[in-house]
Each structure stands twice: as structure tokens, then as C-alpha cells.
């Protein structure tokens, strides 16, 4: 069997894995070719991740990860082998990391010029960018929580909270009586783990400029010509045009990280492990710039 038949077998028996999930893993399963695993020696296997997925060690953990799938039952010597690969590539990516944030540190904006932008966007027709980089500064989005579905029922609103519907979407609702602005988002990258998020905003600023966008009942905040939700790509694409000089959403946490170590604010530090849906632990190992490499590893 070969490893794009191995993964397809094994994509077709995970129930917890999303469809997108599974196409990237078959795609990456098929740089291998059609050569059978039994024949495959760990040399060859190497051979194959530095042709296919280059000599990166993010793009190489990728094909890894495949590898370790088809081999975990069939070939543990060479699973073995692959771990402490793995391992290996684990070690100089975060290596990779900390020599980028050397160069984050001397050339991304600070905080408070962030906040001077987002106060030019409300002084002008920007309601949208406003909307979107005061989340990303406040409460640290990512993407596809942006995937925003507006609803103009409390009742509706509440019975969706409630996961009373087949629908699987995220949702924003103007809550006018308690003047906040409620976000129930349940699409996003790690909601498997750590669940729906109900973020209440009850800033002025913050709901002029929502309100400004002018939502009709159950319309997207983001859509197509036909009125529909865009794709996650699209959305990305979107995000990083709005976003304060195309930073993108990751650079934004990264400075609002670095702003709040700086000023030892870890009380609005830790909220963000609920806003944003992650640990403490992934934030300050991937959005701490500070995190650089010291003569001591040089060694």
C-alpha cells in the first residue's frame, strides 16, 4: 500500500478531523508518490521530504506528520527514526522563530501606534476597519472568527447560543437594551478544544462604528456578490487588506504580546487565552518576540 492509500484509509475512519484537514493531509500523502511503504527505506523517506517539502523545517514537519501515520503500525523502526526527526525539526523551527523575532523586534510598529491608527480609522468612513482591528488589538482573533453572521433576534441569537439548530456558523448580535455588541463564535481553529467563545463589547466607539456598517437581518459581515458567506482563503485575504499596513492579524497579537509584558498587564494577558482560544503556553512560545535566541543556545 502506499502512503497516499494509507492516508486516505486512515483519513476515512477519523471522525474528529475536518474535511480540509483531510484533503491537505491526502495531498501532502501523494508528493510521496506511488511507491509501496514496505519497500520504502528511512534513507529513501528522507530523500522524499527534502524533494517534496524542501528544506524548511516547518514544510518538512508537514510531510513528517504524514509519515509518522503510515509507518506508526507497520514499520516502528523507522518510526522511531522519525520521531526523533520530528523532534529534531520541532527544535530548529522554534530556532527559526527566535531568530524572526530578532527582526520583529527592530522593525514591527509598537502598541501604541496601533492605537493611534485605530483612532484615525474612527474619524473616518472606516467603519470596517475599525471593526475589524479593534477586535484583533482587544481581543486577539483570528481569521476565521471574522466569518461573522449578523442577527437582529434576541430570541434567535439566545436559541443559537443555545446550539438549539443544526447550523454551525459564528454570529453577532446588537444588543440594544443592555447597549452591548455580543459575539458567540464557535468556527475557528481551536474551538475543538477549547469550545464556543460569547465575547460581550461595550465600548461607544466601538458599536458607532459597527452600527455603521448598516446589517441586515442574517447577512454576513463579510460576503459575496450573491450574498453568501466568502471562503476562508477569501477571508484571509480580506483580513490582512483591512488590517493597520497589512500587519496581519498574527503580527497585531504579537505586538499587543509584547505590549502587555512590557507593561506586566498578565490579568489582560490571560484573558486572551479565552478570546482568542489558546494557551498560555502557545502564546508565549509563538507571539512573544521577546522570545529570541541566546548566546547560551549558541553554544
Known amino acids: 500500500m502506499s502512503i497516499a492509500s494509507t492516508i486516505i484509509k486512515y483519513c476515512e475512519n477519523k471522525d474528529d478531523i475536518k474535511e480540509e484537514t483531510k484533503a491537505t493531509y ?15 527505506s528511512y534513507n529513501y523517506m528522507s530523500k522524499k521530504l527534502s524533494e ?6 516547518s514544510s518538512q514537519l508537514q510531510g513528517v506528520h504524514i509519515l509518522l501515520i503510515s509507518t506508526k503500525e507497520t514499520k516502528p523502526r523507522i518510526f522511531e527514526k522519525l520521531l526523533k526527526l520530528n523532534k529534531q525539526l ?34 473616518g468612513e472606516f467603519s470596517l476597519a475599525y471593526f475589524i482591528n479593534y477586535i484583533l488589538i482587544n481581543y486577539g482573533f483570528r481569521n476565521q472568527d471574522f466569518n461573522l453572521i ?17 447550523e454551525k456558523n459564528n454570529y453577532i448580535y446588537h444588543n440594544k437594551h443592555t447597549k452591548q455588541v455580543e459575539l458567540f463564535i464557535q468556527v475557528y481553529k481551536t474551538a475543538k478544544t ?13 458599536i458607532k462604528n459597527f452600527t455603521a456598517l448598516k446589517l441586515s437581518d442574517h447577512q454576513p459581515i463579510f460576503r459575496k456578490l450573491n450574498g453568501g458567506q466568502v471562503s476562508s482563503s477569501y477571508l484571509g485575504d480580506l483580513i490582512y487588506d483591512y488590517s493597520i499596513d497589512n500587519l496581519r492579524e498574527a503580527n497585531i497579537f504579537r505586538i499587543t504580546v509584547k505590549h502587555l509584558i512590557d507593561t ?13 482560544g489558546t494557551s498560555m503556553c502557545e502564546i508565549m512560545k509563538s507571539y512573544n518576540i521577546h522570545r529570541v535566541k541566546t548566546e547560551d543556545e549558541d553554544v
Do not use: W
Open 150 to 166: 449578523n442577527i437582529k433576534s434576541k430570541k434567535e441569537f439566545d436559541t443559537l447560543k443555545k446550539g438549539k439548530t443544526l
Open 194 to 206: 477549547y469550545g464556543a467563545k460569547h465575547i460581550k463589547i461595550r465600548d461607544e466607539t466601538f
Open 90 to 123: 520541532k527544535e530548529d523551527k522554534d530556532d527559526g522563530v527566535k531568530e524572526k523575532n530578532v527582526e520583529k523586534l527592530n522593525t514591527l510598529p509598537s502598541y501604541d501606534y496601533l492605537i493611534d491608527k485605530l483612532h484615525e480609522l474612527d474619524k
Open 26 to 40: 491526502i495531498k501532502h500523502a501523494q508528493r510521496f508518490g506511488v511507491k509501496q511503504i514496505d519497500k520504502m
Open 264 to 276: 506586566k498587564n498578565f490579568t489582560k494577558l490571560d484573558a486572551y487565552v479565552n478570546t482568542r
Open 52 to 57: 517534496c517539502f524542501g528544506s524548511s523545517a
